[in-house]
C-alpha cells in the first residue's frame, strides 16, 4: 500500500490546483483500490477528485469535524481505478473565511 498525506492552504474564495501533482500516486502503476480522507480546518471547503476522464467527486463539501485526521473517521470516498490512471485532487473555499488548511490522506492499494 503507498500512502500520501498532504496538506494544503487555501486562501479566502480560491482553488488549488492538482494536490498530487508530483507525487508518487498522481499515477497509479497497478489496478488499485483509492481510499481518501480529508479534514479541512474550517467550512466550506469542496472538494473535487478526478480519475482519469472520470469524475470520482463533482465539488463535494467537506466536514470539518475534529482537528486531527483520524481514520476512518475523515472518509471521504473509496473507488478502484486501473492502471495507469491519473489521480486528480482539487479544493475549492467559498465560506470566504481567510485562509483555511485541508489535511489530506490518500490509501492506494493494489489488488
Known sequence: MRTTVNTVNIASGGKTANIL??????FVTQRSMVTLYALPSAVG????VLA???VVIDDKEL??????????????D????????RLSI???ETA??????VL????????
Open 21 to 26: 501533482a508530483g507525487d508518487i500516486n498522481e
Open 45 to 48: 471547503i469542496r472538494m473535487t
Open 52 to 54: 482519469g476522464s472520470d
Open 63 to 76: 466536514l470539518n469535524i475534529g482537528t486531527n485526521l483520524i481514520i476512518p473517521d475523515q472518509l471521504v
Open 78 to 85: 473509496s473507488f478502484a481505478v486501473a492502471a495507469g490512471t
Open 90 to 92: 482539487s479544493y475549492r
Open 96 to 101: 470566504g473565511v481567510a485562509t483555511t488548511d
Open 104 to 111: 489530506t490522506a490518500m490509501d492506494v492499494q493494489p489488488f
